[in-house]
């Protein structure tokens, strides 16, 4: 069925040429598209890994246990379970309350992982990837999508992703979090009882953690325009317009970023998991 027909017109003047050009577009169903390239692989990958993720860190948010290394006197802490506000003696409010029925699920990480998970899912980069992979609207650039109007971002529910400004404050002092626990990943217990600068394998598994969350963060466009987005003129602003360049470098790697940060999070609770479990040994560099 035509959907609209545009009409170019070129009025001829003496001595010119009239011409006249009719185009119709049409309305494809969904899936359809003249592309002939492999447009749905980005968006199964998309699915298969971020899916992957989701469900793996759902699990582990669960169990409540393996979540702290501290053989050889290390203190690796997953970053899922960052800050452990409650649930063990060494929690920041010490161990589950007694009032708190035993029926309801509980975990340090059901306490925290919200706020990590609220800020990366209203990331402006995956809701394009998820909206694609997930309930294929758009499927694709050209490719036919499943409803015939587009509300966008505008109405409920989808207008609460703007809630993503708000998730970067939290996202901000998360990484201060993290990255107190690199360093204390850094200090290990020795037999004289007292710690000791070291380095282990967790040790780096935490840092890097930390580098790429904070590239990922640090390239947010809510970031962006909240350094730069807000004045007309930034060339008087020197202070301002450095931050603004900095942002506007990670910015640029935000993608990669989102996948790289994803893969690492996820990786960094399996290796203190696996530690924990007695499955990997930890080692000590020095
Ligand atoms: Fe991706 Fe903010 S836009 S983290």
Not at 167 to 175: I, K, M, P, V
């Amino acid at each position: 069925m035509p959907l609209c027909i545009f009409r170019f017109g070129v009025l001829a003047t003496e001595g010119f040429l009239m011409a006249s050009n009719l185009v119709s577009i049409t309305r494809r169903g969904l899936g359809e598209t003249a592309r002939k390239d492999l447009w749905w692989a980005q968006p199964l990958i998309t699915f298969i890994v971020f899916g992957s993720f989701v469900v793996y860190s759902t699990w582990a948010a669960f169990q409540g246990v393996h979540y702290l290394f501290t053989g050889g006197g290390a203190h690796y802490l997953s970053p899922f379970y960052s800050p452990e506000l409650l649930g063990s003696a060494t929690a920041w409010f010490g161990p589950k309350p007694g009032w708190i029925p035993t029926w309801i699920p509980f975990t340090a990480a059901l306490l925290v992982l919200w706020a990590p998970g609220g800020f990366r899912f209203t990331c402006y980069y995956y809701r394009g990837a998820y909206y694609k992979a997930f309930w294929a609207d758009p499927p694709a650039c050209a490719v036919g999508e499943p409803r015939s109007s587009y509300r966008g971002e505008r109405k409920f529910p989808l207008i609460l992703q703007n809630v993503h400004r708000y998730f970067l404050y939290l996202a901000l002092l998360f990484l201060i979090i993290l990255a107190y626990d690199a360093i204390e990943g850094m200090f290990f217990m020795g037999v004289d009882g007292r710690r000791h600068f070291g380095i282990g394998v967790g040790t780096l598994v935490l840092v890097v953690n930390v580098i790429l969350l904070s590239s990922y963060t640090f390239g947010c466009h809510s970031l962006r325009h909240l350094v730069g987005g807000r004045c007309d003129q930034l060339s008087d602003k020197p202070i301002q317009q450095t931050a603004w360049k900095c942002v506007n470098k990670f910015n640029r790697r935000h993608m990669l970023l989102a996948w790289l940060s994803l893969f690492w999070v996820a990786f960094s609770d399996i290796y203190v998991r696996l530690c924990s479990m007695g499955v990997l040994a930890d080692y000590r560099i020095f």
